[in-house]
T-cell receptor, first 115, second 111 residues
Framework: GAGVSQSPSNKVTEKGKDVELRCDPI?????LYWYRQSLGQGLEFLIY????????KSGLPSDRFSAERTGGSVSTLTIQRTQQEDSAVYLC?????????????FGPGTRLTVL | GIQVEQSPPDLILQEGANSTLRCNFS?????LQWFHQNPWGQLINLFY???GTKQNGRLSATTVATERYSLLYISSSQTTDSGVYFC?????????????FGPGTSLSVIP
């Protein structure tokens, strides 16, 4: 079956613009995670959706970052007023069941470059 | 917050050799995971192992929570094992609260 997909694969934007990154999890997976990976900060957890519960936003770096998950499926990560330090690869993962013990399946990532 | 260290930072192995990667953390944790990122950037979740020992094929992991470390064992290494291995720890059992990643161990397996 299809894995986790992310779009766009690459995004170049100007400082101050808003961007939307999309994640399509594996069908039927109840948990969805966003991470980012940058040269300066390494791998960072951003936000976690578990079923219909309120998302765990503890990893979001600032209030310019927000995420939604509509209908328990597709998720969108929005970055407002982008800054150069937002440049990174943004990774999405999903897992079948709720709970941390379940295997996460990762998408290929979106490479964001802020000029 | 919790500090996570990994060692060694870089490792080169001959194909067929065994290796042990270590993850040290500075505080009690209820969540510990190992990940592998291949040279093309694809991440794979290897183990969820807040305590005890698990095995999956040539890979196994042990976490000694009371001593604040975890070990990842790779036996009979293959070139496909190359990449970066990350451990990630978190303090809360029921949420992903404050998950912190280590800096990674970069492994190169040469034929």
């Amino acid at each position: 079956g299809a894995g986790v997909s992310q779009s766009p694969s690459n995004k170049v934007t100007e400082k101050g613009k808003d961007v939307e990154l999309r994640c399509d999890p594996i069908s039927g997976h109840t948990a969805l995670y966003w991470y980012r990976q940058s040269l300066g900060q390494g791998l960072e957890f951003l936000i976690y959706f578990q079923g219909n519960s309120a998302p765990d936003k503890s990893g979001l770096p600032s209030d310019r970052f927000s995420a939604e998950r509509t209908g328990g499926s597709v998720s969108t990560l929005t970055i407002q007023r982008t800054q150069q330090e937002d440049s990174a690869v943004y990774l999405c993962a999903s897992s079948e069941r709720q709970g941390l013990a379940d295997t996460q399946y990762f998408g290929p990532g979106t490479r964001l470059t802020v000029l | 917050g919790i500090q996570v260290e990994q060692s060694p930072p870089d490792l080169i192995l001959q194909e067929g050799a065994n290796s042990t990667l270590r993850c040290n953390f500075s505080d009690s944790v209820n969540n510990l995971q190992w990940f592998h990122q291949n040279p093309w950037g694809q991440l794979i979740n290897l183990f969820y192992i807040p305590s005890g020992t698990k095995q999956n094929g040539r890979l196994s992991a042990t976490t000694v929570a009371t001593e604040r470390y975890s070990l990842l064992y790779i036996s009979s290494s293959q070139t496909t094992d190359s990449g970066v291995y990350f451990c990630a720890v978190g303090g809360a059992k029921t949420s992903y609260d404050k998950v912190i990643f280590g800096p990674g161990t970069s492994l190169s397996v040469i034929p």
